[in-house]
Each structure stands twice: as structure tokens, then as C-alpha cells.
């Protein structure tokens, strides 16, 4: 039963319903995840029927959400949109269409957009950066803002498109341009996008890979968003409301019911007063511009299992991905989660329009509290915590709404919450002054720069007092994790005197981006570089890695 509700999805429930009600009168007995059917006569006749005349329900991927779903929940806004999807009636924008509209934009407002390239995706197309400013003496707060890093969450690229018209065209919004300098990229994962499929041409993940860094997606924009420096990040996605584990809650499934969902990270290496500040500042805003206009919203919530038991994780610790990596450097980070994934074009107004809201009220935050920002990052700059290595988040019991869908009707559900944002720390050491590298290590220290990160060497051989991490524990994967065989090691540090090469390279922890390093460094931590294969090791090995805990520098 599982299996037929994981195929053919919750908008089946006639169907549903009817195999259900099979099932009680011992029509179907269940075995497992399977339904064996009693073979008589009759049943064996509407067996075939099933099979011969409904292969669509079980083979083909039909829009999941009902019209009653849409014209209750989810109707679309009266909105006049000129980006290119809306100038058609099918499909969303492709390539060759976003370049037509940013070219026409870059011809018709030269004095307030740049066009440029970061980079090329797999398939050879160059992908977009627009900067945005308008001449003013004021001083000015950096703000990224990125799309399309998955493929099939097409409200992202098209919100921040409007976003873009809107910005140009309307003096209201223009008018944010006199304190803030916006760089956009609207389409991150070019390939993806065309085929309209989540990952890129390599079949990974781009917002798995925001470390490990090993699509040229990820590099080209690792190292744009590096060289721009910027205090506050966007990055727009779309989320699946019909999820398998949905099927299996309520009576006949649930879908998700919130517009949006905040993806704000709980990482306890983003330093308190910036991972405060941003919901206060940004998010509370934001939430407050959702609720004028009717749009639900929740904190970021996926689903998991613990214990054979749906729990739902909220928020994120993971470096992995664009919400926490830009919050470790010390920027005020948010990723947004649109209702979208897996519903075509339905109502894809009210999509575009809750993207280009969020996007426009985290740059009103960031204009109205310019100096605020300034101060705050300062703050945070000069943080002198523990190294967090691992954690673990609060587990608790709490409401969520969602809609039934046999009844089409907001219910609340007590379901037990992983909360990132009340994590608690596991593992954790004295900060380091320093991280020294060992010269051989060139894709460690290749990736610690497309990080961001300022990079010293040493011009002599030098000895200096350090401590050593000593492989206690090993253990590798053997399936593969977007393109590796993950990593899972404990360690013993212990001081020692290490005599270090000429170019060994030295990454001090007194530079905005510091808790990047401890992210990828520390060898236990989820996201590091051990972790991901970058740093291949054994049990019992000394790793290539040492931590300089004297007070002054080298």
C-alpha cells in the first residue's frame, strides 16, 4: 500500500480510497510494503482491468494538486508580469530567452545594470551576474541574490526576474538602489533548467556541493559571491509539496500548505548575534509582508525517519548548502522554499509573486538597517567562540498546519520537530589561531581559496609547536554521496613540535570567513573536507592538517 501511494501519488485518492477499502473487506491482504491480491474469478477480471485501462496512474508523473487543492488554498494573483514565461502559454523561460530579457534591460538602463559571466555551465553556456546600483553618496550594503540552482524550481529564476523589472522600472524599488548594490545571479544551473530536472549535467546536486565544490557551477559561484563580499545573501528555491511520507499521514495524505518556508542557519560556528540579528531584522519583516497578503509561511521543515517514526527536521546546520556556507562568512543568509516543485505551471503567479515579495522585503531590511548591518557583521568578525564540530538539534513536539486531502480542509498535526536553530553542541574545541596545510594538499588549499579565504605560506621551514589530529576511527561509505564515498572518522589531538616545508599554507582565524575553515578543516564535522574525500585517510593516520594555537601569529 505504501508503494501504490508513494506511485501515484495523493492525487489518486478515489483510488486510493477504493484499493483501502479492498484491502478491509480481505480483498487484498498486505505483505510488507506489497498488497497481494485473493485471486478468484472476479477479482482477477478487475485486476487485468486495472492494469490494462489505468497504466496511467501508475506510470506517468500527472500534477499531484487538485483544482479544488488551487481554487481553495493556492488561487493566483492578478498580477501584470512581463518576464518570458509569462509571454507564453506553455513551459518556462529558457536560456536563450533570459539573455534576450537581460540584454534588454543592461541596453535600456546602462547607468543602473552591469551585465557580466561567471563562469560556464557543463554544456557550455555562460552563465549570468547582473549588478545593480544607482549613484549616491550614501554608503552602500552588498547584497547576493541567486536562482535556479536547481533545475525544476522555476518560480526562483522567474520572481527574480521580476524582481529585476521592478527594480529598474519602478522608482519605489529603484530608489533601494541608493544604499544597496545588488548582484543577481537568476540562473544558476543553466543545464538543469533547460531540461527543467534538479541537477546538473554531472547528475550532482549544486546545493550539496557548496563545499566540497566539484561541479564548475559551483566553483564559478563560490568564487563570484567570494569576490563580491557580500553582507546579505538570497537564494530563491522551490520545495515538493507532496512528499512520500505526506501519503502516509492524516487518513488518505496531506500536502504542505505554507507559500514559503525561511531556511536561516542554526550552525553554532555562525556566531549568535548575526544568526539573531538576521531573523529579527530580515525574516520577522518578511513573514510580516507574507501575512498582509494572505501567503502562509513556517520556518524550513523536510522530512525524515528516526526510529522507524516521520519527524521533520526544521532549519539547517549543514555547510553543504547556500543557507549556512554564506551565513559562516560572517553575511546575514537566508535560502527561501517557494510551494512549487512538482506542480507545472499551477498557480505559478502566486509563486512568482511570493519570491519577488521575499526578495524585495529582505532589500527594504537591508536598506532601512544599513548601519545596523555594518556593526553587526563587525561583531560578529571579532567573535572569539569555540570551534563547534558537531551537534545535534532539539527534539520536541509541535503543531504544524497542512491540508488533508481527503477532506480539502487546513488541519493541525503534532509531529515531532528537529530543531536546528536549538542545536546544542557535541563536539567542540579551543578555537585556533591558525590552520596550517600541508603543501602537498593542493585541492585543500585550491578549495579553501574559492572559499574565500586569505591564505598565507611560509617562505622558510620553520618548527613550530601545534596540535595533531590521530585517526582513532574509520569508517567509509560504500555507496556514493553526490559523486564520493563519504568519510566518517573520529580523532585524538595531542600536542606536538612539527617541523613545516616552505609553502605550507596558513589560514588565520582572525578573517571575516574563519568559520568556514572550521567547517571543512575539522575532520568530524559533517560538511569538512575529510568528510568529503577531499583529504583521503586511513585509521591510524596523522592527517595533513594541524591546529596553531599560539596567541601571536607565525
Same mark, same amino acid.
Given at each position: ?421 536549538? *542545536?546544542?553542541?557535541? =563536539? &567542540?574545541?579551543? !578555537?585556533? /589561531?591558525?590552520?596550517?596545510? $600541508? +603543501?602537498?594538499?593542493?585541492?585543500? @588549499?585550491?578549495?579553501? *581559496?574559492?572559499?574565500? =579565504? &586569505?591564505?598565507? !605560506?611560509? /617562505?622558510?621551514?620553520?618548527? $613550530? +609547536?601545534?596540535?595533531?589530529?590521530? @585517526? ?83
Amino acid at each position: 500500500m505504501q508503494q501504490l501511494g508513494m506511485i501515484v501519488g495523493p492525487r489518486s485518492l478515489s483510488l486510493l480510497a477504493f484499493v483501502r477499502g479492498l484491502t478491509s473487506n480481505n480483498l487484498l491482504k498486505p505483505l510488507g510494503n506489497s498488497v497481494l491480491p485473493v485471486w478468484n474469478g472476479s477479482f482477477l477480471l478487475l485486476g487485468l482491468c486495472f492494469f490494462l485501462f489505468c497504466p496511467p496512474l501508475l506510470f506517468s508523473q500527472p500534477n499531484p494538486q487538485s483544482r479544488k487543492v488551487t481554487e481553495k488554498f493556492f488561487p493566483d494573483v492578478d498580477l501584470n508580469i512581463q518576464t518570458p514565461a509569462f509571454q507564453k502559454k506553455k513551459g518556462f523561460t529558457k536560456y536563450e530567452e533570459l539573455m534576450a530579457f537581460l540584454q534588454a534591460y543592461v541596453d535600456a538602463y546602462p547607468d543602473l545594470v552591469q551585465l557580466s559571466f561567471i563562469g560556464k555551465s557543463q554544456k557550455g553556456k555562460e552563465i549570468p551576474l547582473l549588478l545593480l546600483s544607482r549613484p549616491s553618496e550614501e554608503e552602500k550594503v552588498k547584497v547576493w541574490i541567486q536562482a535556479g540552482m536547481h533545475g525544476n524550481e522555476p518560480a526562483s529564476t522567474e520572481g527574480i526576474l521580476h524582481l529585476l523589472d521592478q527594480l529598474l522600472t519602478e522608482e519605489t524599488y529603484q530608489a533601494l538602489l541608493d544604499r544597496l548594490e545588488v548582484a543577481i545571479v537568476p540562473m544558476v544551473n543553466i543545464d538543469g533548467y533547460e531540461k527543467q530536472n534538479r541537477y546538473a549535467a554531472n547528475g550532482l546536486d549544486l546545493n550539496r556541493d557548496q563545499t566540497k565544490l566539484m561541479a564548475q557551477e559551483s566553483i564559478s559561484l563560490k568564487q563570484a559571491y567570494s569576490e563580491f563580499e557580500a553582507e546579505v545573501a538570497m537564494d530563491f528555491h522551490e520545495y515538493r509539496p507532496y512528499r512520500k511520507d505526506f501519503a502516509k499521514m492524516s487518513t488518505y495524505g496531506i500536502s504542505s500548505i505554507y507559500d514559503a518556508m525561511f531556511l536561516y542557519s542554526g550552525n553554532l560556528n555562525v556566531p549568535e548575534n548575526l544568526r539573531h540579528f538576521t531573523k529579527e531584522a530580515f525574516v520577522i519583516p518578511a513573514t510580516q509582508a507574507m501575512d498582509q497578503h494572505q501567503l502562509r509561511h513556517h520556518d524550513y521543515m523536510s522530512t525524515t525517519k528516526h526510529r522507524g517514526e516521520i519527524h521533520f527536521n526544521q532549519g539547517s546546520i549543514n555547510a553543504r548548502s547556500s543557507a549556512t556556507s554564506y551565513a559562516l562568512t560572517n553575511t546575514i543568509s537566508c535560502l527561501f522554499e517557494i510551494r512549487g516543485v512538482g506542480i507545472g505551471r499551477t498557480s505559478f503567479k502566486r509563486r512568482v509573486f511570493t519570491t519577488f515579495l521575499l526578495a524585495s522585503s529582505f532589500l527594504q531590511s537591508a536598506y532601512d538597517n544599513l548601519a545596523q548591518i555594518k556593526q553587526e557583521i563587525q561583531q560578529a568578525n571579532t567573535s572569539q567562540q569555540e570551534a563547534y564540530v558537531q551537534s545535534k538539534k532539539h527534539v520536541s513536539k509541535q503543531a504544524i498546519q497542512a491540508i488533508d486531502l481527503d477532506k480539502n480542509e487546513e488541519i493541525t498535526l503534532e509531529v515531532s520537530i528537529r530543531d536546528a536553530w536549538k *542545536s546544542t553542541a557535541t =563536539l &567542540s574545541r579551543d !578555537r585556533p /589561531t591558525a590552520y596550517l596545510i $600541508l +603543501p602537498d594538499q593542493k585541492a585543500v @588549499i585550491e578549495k579553501l *581559496s574559492i572559499l574565500g =579565504l &586569505s591564505i598565507e !605560506r611560509l /617562505t622558510e621551514e620553520k618548527s $613550530l +609547536p601545534v596540535e595533531q589530529y590521530h @585517526i582513532t576511527e574509520y569508517q567509509k561509505s560504500s555507496s556514493l554521496y553526490e559523486g564520493i564515498h563519504q568519510q566518517f572518522v573520529s580523532t585524538q589531538t595531542s600536542s606536538t613540535t612539527h617541523t613545516f616545508p616552505i609553502g605550507t599554507a596558513i589560514v588565520y582565524l582572525d578573517q571575516q570567513k574563519s568559520n568556514l575553515a572550521i567547517e571543512v578543516l575539522e575532520p568530524e564535522a559533517p560538511n569538512s573536507f575529510v568528510t568529503f574525500e577531499v583529504i583521503e585517510t586511513k585509521k591510524e593516520a596523522i592527517l595533513p592538517i594541524y591546529r596553531y594555537l599560539q596567541p601571536n601569529r607565525i
